[in-house]
């Protein structure tokens, strides 16, 4: 129940176009929603969050999508460049004393001029 | 603003050995989660610690252990290794536990 699904497992996307990422989870008591991206060899990076009181957030060219009652919620990369290739992982957490993060296995996108 | 830093940025290690890696939070956080991402996976959470003790567990065997100081940095502490604890293990800091989390760099380990 603790799970978070995310497809693709990989995305090869033209300069200029635009990537999506789904991720479906179904653990009712997630309250909070982050997008990370990881480059080889460093970190995760918070990139944007969202939590289920909303829809849509927008930052830049990045806009998490979320459904709640799909229990869904997508990233769209706009306008995506070659420095946008990467590992992107959605994450979810539970509120009321569990704080970690549950991540799905990530996608590799791969842009192309 | 110094972010978090791991130490230290690679290890190599034998079977049945123990290794302790180090992590310091971004200014200002008072809690260090630890994960575990094994090669083409997601970070799998192993402990957080916050007030010098361990608040929650993931599903991680007791082989795996923690300490945090009055400084607020941390150890993540191995023992009796298997080669499948080969990873990167990231540190994230927050302020607070429920706090947005930011990761270190990591520590490569390598079992053999």
């Known amino acids: 129940q603790q799970q978070v699904k995310q497809s693709p497992q990989s995305l090869i996307v033209q300069k200029g176009g635009i990537s999506i990422i789904n991720c479906a989870y179904e653990?009712?008591?997630?309250?909070?929603f982050p997008w990370y991206q990881q480059f080889p060899g460093k970190g995760p990076a918070l990139l944007i969050a969202?939590?289920?009181?909303?829809s849509e957030k927008k930052e830049g060219r990045f806009t998490i999508s979320f459904n709640k009652s799909a229990k869904q919620f997508s990233l769209h990369i706009m306008d995506s460049q070659p420095g946008d290739s990467a590992t992107y992982f959605c994450?979810?957490?539970?509120?009321?004393?569990?704080?970690?993060?549950?991540f799905g296995k990530g996608t590799k996108l791969s842009v192309i001029p | 603003d110094a972010g978090v830093t791991q130490s230290p940025t690679h290890l190599i290690k034998t079977r049945g050995q123990q290794v302790t890696l180090r992590c310091s939070p971004k200014?200002?956080?008072?809690?260090v989660s630890w994960y575990q991402q094994a090669l083409g996976q997601g970070p799998q959470f192993i402990f957080q610690?916050?007030?010098?003790?361990?608040?929650q567990r993931g599903n991680f065997p007791d082989r795996f252990s923690g300490h945090q100081f009055p400084n607020y940095s941390s150890e993540l502490n191995v023992n009796a290794l298997l080669l499948g604890d080969s990873a990167l293990y990231l540190c994230?800091?927050?302020?607070?536990?429920?706090?947005?989390?930011?990761f270190g760099p990591g520590t490569r380990l390598t079992v053999l």
């Open positions: 653990n009712t008591a997630f309250d909070y």
């Open positions: 610690y916050y007030e010098e003790e361990e608040r």
């Open positions: 994230a800091s927050s302020l607070g536990r429920k706090g947005t989390q930011y």
């Open positions: 200014s200002g956080h008072d809690t």
């Open positions: 994450a979810a957490r539970a509120g009321a004393g569990s704080y970690q993060l549950t």
């Open positions: 969202i939590r289920p009181d909303v």
